[in-house]
C-alpha cells in the first residue's frame, strides 16, 4: 500500500521535477498493484497534459518491456 510519504505525482499537486522523473514515480505506483481510481484519473490527466509527459511514459514503457525480456539478474542489475 502506498504511504503518506510515498510520491503520488498528480497534475493538479504541482509535481516537481522533470517529466522523466513524474513517469518514473507514475510507473512505480501504477506497477504497485494498489492503484487507486482517483490516481489512474490523475495519471491519465497528466499524461495528456504536456506532449513531453507522453514521449518520457513511452521512454519508460520501452524500457521495461526490455527489462521483461531480460534474465532476471542482468535486468536486475541495469
Known amino acids: 500500500m502506498l504511504s ?7 497534475a493538479a499537486d504541482g509535481v516537481t521535477g522533470d517529466a522523466l522523473d513524474q513517469a518514473l514515480q507514475w510507473f512505480v505506483i501504477l506497477a504497485s498493484g494498489e492503484v487507486t481510481p482517483a490516481q ?12 513531453a509527459h507522453a514521449r518520457q511514459w513511452e521512454a519508460v ?3 521495461q518491456g526490455m ?7 542482468a535486468a536486475g542489475q541495469a
Request: glycine residues 4%; charged residues 15%.
Open 67 to 73: 527489462l521483461q525480456g531480460m534474465p532476471s539478474q
Open 40 to 51: 489512474r484519473q490523475a495519471f491519465a490527466t497528466w499524461l495528456l497534459a504536456n506532449p
Open 61 to 63: 514503457s520501452r524500457f
Open 4 to 10: 503518506a510519504a510515498t510520491p503520488r505525482p498528480d
